[in-house]
Nanobody
Framework: QVQLVESGGGLVQPGESLRLSCAASGSIFSINTMGWYRQAPGKERELVATITSGGITNYGDPVKGRFTISRENAKNTVSLQMNSLKPEDTAVYYC???????????WGQGTQVTVSS
């Protein structure tokens, strides 16, 4: 089992920045992919960004150029730096953990990000 704890969500104005963090604990395998997904009211959950244990990143189109995902493998943490936030970024952001050694993905409880003036 893997437990994911997110932090850093909140209310910000358009154009401002926010940084989310996710800490993984439990039976962690070093070869994995961690990332962030988000779900806005009435919308399907969508990809924000992922990063492999080797540092390969992948971003959803709406956040390219504005968001940066990073990780610190020794601490089993992943962060999402969100710059130039837009109202469209408002959603619950979920941390995700994937590994070939598990038959399922693991998810955090979610953290609310609200971008509004």
């Amino acid at each position: 089992q893997v437990q994911l704890v997110e932090s850093g969500g909140g209310l910000v104005q358009p154009g401002e920045s926010l940084r989310l963090s996710c800490a993984a604990s439990g039976s962690i395998f070093s070869i994995n992919t961690m990332g962030w997904y988000r779900q806005a009211p009435g919308k399907e959950r969508e990809l924000v960004a992922t990063i492999t244990s080797g540092g390969i990143t992948n971003y959803g189109d709406p956040v390219k150029g504005r968001f940066t995902i990073s990780r610190e493998n020794a601490k089993n943490t992943v962060s999402l730096q969100m710059n130039s936030l837009k109202p469209e970024d408002t959603a619950v952001y979920y941390c995700n953990f994937h590994s070939r050694f598990y038959t399922r993905d693991f998810w955090g409880q979610g953290t609310q990000v609200t971008v509004s003036s």
